[in-house]
């Protein structure tokens, strides 16, 4: 088991390394968050053991659960699944990232949860990128104003945007995703808020994420 953890993981570091010297990208410019939903904390400690540090998680309770049992380890917990406004709480608690805000109510939940001893919480912004094909995340025409308004609350900071595109074998519509998903994110710059992230690309799609862009990606099958 051990073994197989430690091989999946570098065999995808490498797939990363290739990627971002294949779109003329400075190694390392992509992060890897190592999904971890229904892993137990076991194989989060080998993959720990194997150097990764970022783990994803998906479901309130059990990243409660194993943000607990793993209290030991320096991990980064990066929430990336949708969350009800009486779950906020735990995860402005135990995460140091979410990347599924697609409502101003949420981030504000989650600032005013976030205790004050810790800092402040990382935010992407959850971005349709697929118009009626897909339903999570809030409209491309809705992210600056979403934007204006979180950069507004005390204790959480708007890092980027993230997107979950369509699941299609067409590549080249899911490269026009990703880069709709990068073009928002040079306007947002342009209007000044500092965006540092573009968390898109998943195990079946991360090199063409990486080809548009990708700043972390999320893996979690491939592992
Ligand atoms: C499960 C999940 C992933 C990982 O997807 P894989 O296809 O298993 O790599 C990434 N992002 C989100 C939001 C997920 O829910």
């Keep these: 088991m051990s073994q197989t953890v430690k091989m999946a993981l570098e065999l995808v570091r490498q797939q990363i390394v290739g990627?971002?010297?294949?779109?003329?990208?400075?190694a390392g410019a992509v992060q890897l968050i190592a999904v971890s939903?229904?892993?137990?904390?076991?194989a989060i400690r080998e993959a720990y053991a194997a150097g990764q540090r970022a783990f994803g998680e998906n479901y309130v309770q059990e990243?409660?659960?194993?943000?607990?049992?793993l209290a030991d380890l320096d991990i980064e917990w990066h929430f990336i699944g949708p969350i009800q406004s009486n779950k906020t709480r735990i995860v402005a608690e135990y995460a140091h990232w979410v990347h599924s805000i697609d409502r101003h109510k949420i981030a504000e939940r989650l600032s005013a949860q976030r205790p004050h001893h810790m800092p402040q919480l990382n935010l992407c912004i959850q971005v349709n990128v697929s118009g009626e094909a897909s339903k999570s995340g809030c409209a491309p025409e809705e992210v600056g104003?979403?934007?204006r308004q979180i950069a507004a609350l005390p204790n959480v900071r708007v890092r980027g945007l993230m997107c979950i595109p369509e699941p299609t074998p067409d590549e080249a519509l899911l490269a026009r995703r990703f880069a709709l998903l990068r073009d928002l994110r040079d306007r947002l710059r342009q209007e000044g808020f500092d965006l540092d992230v573009l968390s898109m690309g998943m195990s079946s799609d991360m090199g063409l994420a990486i080809g548009q862009g990708a700043t972390m990606v999320r893996i979690g099958t491939a592992i």
């Design 37 to 42: 939903k229904t892993f137990p904390a076991d």
């Design 145 to 147: 104003t979403l934007a």
């Design 19 to 26: 990627a971002e010297a294949e779109a003329n990208r400075p």
């Design 63 to 69: 990243f409660s659960a194993k943000a607990t049992q």
